[in-house]
C-alpha cells in the first residue's frame, strides 16, 4: 500500500493550528481503534476516515485530544512532480470539521499545494458546505542578477474560496493541474465528462514562478477537527466520516 497513518514528523495534530483531533491508527499507544475503514455508498466503496470523541479509556492513547482521527501519507513511498491530479471525495459537513487533501515537500515547509480544505465554520461567510478553500504556500526565491544565489523575501501564499457544484456531503471530483508556473483547481460531480474551472493561483510578477516548488512532494489525506480556523467542533455529530476514492488518479506532464 503507498499510504502510510502517520506525518513525515510524527505529529499528532497541528499544535501551531490548536487542532482536537489526535491522528490514531489501530496500535497507536496501544488503541484498539482504528479510524481507517471501506465502507459501501450508493453501490461503491470508499476509503473512509472517521473522527470520533475519544473515549474516557482511550484518551490517554489519544495523548489528551477530545477526538481521534485519521491521517494517510505517501511519505517516503511516492512522491510526483507536475501533473493532472484527482480524486473523488465525501466530506463531513459538521462544524469544526477540516478535511484535506495536500501535498508538501519532504524536509521544508513551505512549500505546500491545498487541493482542498473544506473547513466548515458556523456564521463566516465561505466556511460553509457550498465551499472549498484552495492554496499554495511558497518561499519567495528570487535569483541575484549573475544567477548565483537567491534573495529569500519570506512565506508567500495565494489561493483562495471556490464554489462547489454540490455540498460536502455529496461526491464531488476534485482535479489540480501543477505546472512550474501555476496551479489550476477543477471541480464536478459524478459523471460529469468536463469539470469546472475553480481558480488559478500563480505567483505575482516580481516573483515569476514558483521557484520553490519545482522538487517532488508526497500526498497527505487528512480529517483534522477544531482550531483557530474552524473553530472548536460540535461534538455532539460525531462519528462523522471522510470518504473518497480508494486511488489518486495521476496523470505526468
Avoid at 9 to 24: K, P
Wanted: charged share 20%.
Amino acid at each position: 500500500h503507498i499510504f502510510r497513518p502517520e506525518m513525515h514528523t510524527y505529529i499528532r495534530w497541528h499544535s501551531s493550528n490548536a487542532e482536537q483531533q489526535c491522528w490514531s491508527y489501530k496500535g497507536f499507544q496501544g488503541s484498539a481503534w482504528d479510524p481507517f475503514s471501506i465502507k459501501s455508498r450508493d453501490g461503491k466503496r470508499w476509503c473512509t476516515i472517521t473522527a470520533r470523541v475519544t473515549p474516557p479509556e482511550e484518551r490517554a492513547m489519544a495523548m489528551g485530544q477530545p477526538i481521534q482521527a485519521g491521517v494517510m501519507t505517501t511519505f517516503d513511498r511516492v512522491e510526483q512532480l507536475y501533473g493532472y491530479f484527482q480524486m473523488t471525495a465525501i466530506t463531513p459537513d459538521f462544524a469544526g470539521s477540516w478535511p484535506a487533501w495536500w501535498m508538501l515537500r519532504k524536509g521544508v515547509w513551505p512549500p505546500e499545494i491545498d487541493f482542498f480544505e473544506n473547513v466548515i465554520k458556523p456564521g463566516a461567510r465561505y466556511h460553509d458546505v457550498m465551499h472549498s478553500h484552495s492554496n499554495i504556500h511558497w518561499r519567495d526565491l528570487r535569483r541575484n542578477p549573475d544567477g548565483s544565489a537567491y534573495h529569500k523575501y519570506g512565506r508567500r501564499s495565494t489561493g483562495g474560496w471556490n464554489p462547489l457544484p454540490g455540498p460536502h456531503n455529496e461526491p464531488i471530483i476534485y482535479g489540480g493541474l501543477w505546472n512550474r508556473y501555476f496551479f489550476a483547481q477543477y471541480y464536478g460531480l459524478m459523471g460529469d465528462t468536463v469539470l469546472r474551472l475553480g481558480r488559478v493561483m500563480r505567483p505575482d510578477r516580481a516573483s515569476p514562478t514558483f521557484e520553490e516548488i519545482t522538487d517532488p512532494m508526497y500526498s497527505i489525506i487528512n480529517l483534522a477537527c477544531g482550531g483557530t480556523w474552524p473553530g472548536n467542533s460540535d461534538l455532539s455529530k460525531l462519528p462523522a466520516d471522510f470518504m473518497f476514492t480508494d486511488y489518486i488518479h495521476y496523470k505526468p506532464i
